[in-house]
């Protein structure tokens, strides 16, 4: 049972944290904000070593879908039936169990987004986001060779890292965005330089994402320019690099700019990047590691986007337990090990993403999402009226809600006091909190929220 | 129980699995050599789900380090103290539960090579590659810097992928390499095209990697001057493209060359590399995802090298069930959130360690993988002799066992072969069978492998 309310014990952090930090900063970088306790954390409540108990608006970085300890996913771990696949993890792209085309249909594919209709997993969400760059790259260059047959000048050249084999094609991604860290996912990454300072990187191109002014409803034509102006941009740079060293061979989006501050794209915007994408023959990869596993009220955020024809490829991760990409079968790499790894996955992830999903499925979770969601929105927005000099920008999609403070030295502020009166939420961005909780807040955990953001922000 | 002995029953593959691969091509492409029961797998023997029975010498690509169903293994499964642990995936760079930094202590640095005082647990071998190049570029520009603290030109000139925050540094890898598919760690492997073909790479530096000459101990001055050649060009390449755009940060190597062939690297040629690593002040990033766990009779294959000093960072995943790698404090990198990402591993992942290693510990099972592994470099010189003019270049370090044949095709249908007969082994490079089995491979197993081994050679 989840407690009625937060309850703060100790200074934040306690005195166990901070024995524990020192212990770990020892042998590695230790960035803890707080070591918690599993056993007693449930639902929408962390509890932390030192005994304090906070309503968790950030959740793993937005990774608990369903609440700590929920007990259907308690259940699949303890279900002796799931025993083997916890205890043998298979290399899956060559010796999955014989439950695993079923797994992928009765789970993956049963939330697949419109018209994906294929689907990969991988452990992370980075690797998903590696390798759907890898199918978008495959694809381009099955194309510019007009046979899906690399020719044997491409595979002698790649062993050496050299063109043709190892193409001089781009991806283009966007101010702000965040991918990934790892060299591929990073090039596209652009939200803060501690990310990425010090790492080589590709020089692919760079489009802007639109930046709107809030409130919408007041802000239309500003904030429909700023599409306008975003779209010819990335027209622009596809034609402008087609035949050089730099060639786009596919774009990489998020519908919602998570990491780098919650920066919402337009539908007109995403069905303008679907159209253009078509129109020049580039891939589309949307990346919903975030955005994606119902957070937004459905499934996936493109879902209420309405796009002319699904993206070629989707990345999920997160909420979703496992990594992995659904892709159109027009995107379904040629050939088998050239989107391959030794894991694959983890099986085991499927296992507790299925009592996931039954549990949103027969609670009828999203529905809590968009209606709460709704409330969680208008509560920023009274909050906005009510200091309209320290915070700005209410937004949301669902449970995925910020608010911008004038400063970023406020929104610090405001991000440790909350944690002092037991509420733990995210920041993102410069200047943004971020509000990443479990699909199964309610309205009485919005209450607590929303009174304790009152009290924080009129303190400031 | 074991079976005493592998059995087939169907032809291979079998009905049940032709089946379930035409269902998994419909939604991916499917690459699966046989579908697995897990339940009925137990030891060294793989059950598939035609009810064939293979005695298993590959071991899901090297990663099942004591055997399916292991009930030390199972037992850690089961252990309701785990439950939260399994149940609730933190993101542990920023909330681990308060057992971590005891579990990264007692488990993963009772294992640590020689000199690598911190580890950094991630979710896999690419992940764990790809996050140690990037200290060895961190720290590679602290020192051209003089400083710790990127300048904010660096700060800047990162976030649009520009020198000299994202630098023109390379990471020189070898040809045969693998160290994984994403962009980074890709650019460095240099094992099959399919690997590599249609994928933008980094034009970082490659060398040679010794070839040598089997058996060994007739051909010592051969490969004693094949060692100093391949040395000699690292240390021109390090010298020739310093002050370039692709001067050398950090040298990343196996010490055995797994997927490329098993291919080994003499004491000498690493000794060699770290000393040149060390007059350049180059980091020395030692691969052992496939080489560590034990496989060699060590927990780790550096640990039979006599290196002058420990490498700068060492990568581990496969048998190690996490992902992660070790590093000497000097490589540890400065500030907070240079080396992260969502999940930073999975701490699941550490408890099942914990029980393997305290069986490895227990039962002294790298003593057998010490004695059988002497044996079975034995049996396969044996094959060797009887069998000059089809098999050659026996050769293993403990476990990490291999052989030659004599074309690709010989090999390939060497592997089809032994399948057909219940024994399971993998290929590598372009003629080479590799053996993988578990660490509780005993004599009796290797037996029955070297006795269908020479049925199966004889007949070809
Ligand atoms: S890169 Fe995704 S798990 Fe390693």
Redesign the pocket.
Known sequence: REPAAPSVVTAIPGPTHKALFDDLNQIQVAAVNLFADYEKSIGNYLVDVDGNTFLDVFTQISSIPIGYNHPDVLKAVADPKNAAIFANRPALGMFPGGEWPHLLRSVLLSVAPRGLTEVTT???G??SI?NALKCAMIQYRNKQRGTTTPDPEDMKSCMVNEPPGSPQLSILSFHGAFHGR?FGALSCTHSKPIHKVDIPAFQWPIANYPRYKYPLASNQRDNAAEDERCLAQIEDILTSLKGTKKEVAGILVEPIQSEGGDHHGSPKFLQGLRDITTKHGVGLIVDEVQTGGGVTGTMWCIDQLNLSTPPDLLTFSKKMLT?GFYNTHAFRPNGTFRIFNTWMGDPGKLVLLRAVLDVIKRDNVLENVRKVGKKFVSGLTELENHFPTKVNSARGRGFLCAINFSSAELCCKAHAALLKKGIHVGMCGEVTLRFRPTLIFDEHHLEILLHHLHATVSEL
Chains 1, 2 share one sequence.
């Open positions: 991988m452990a992370c980075t690797c590696e790892t990594g």
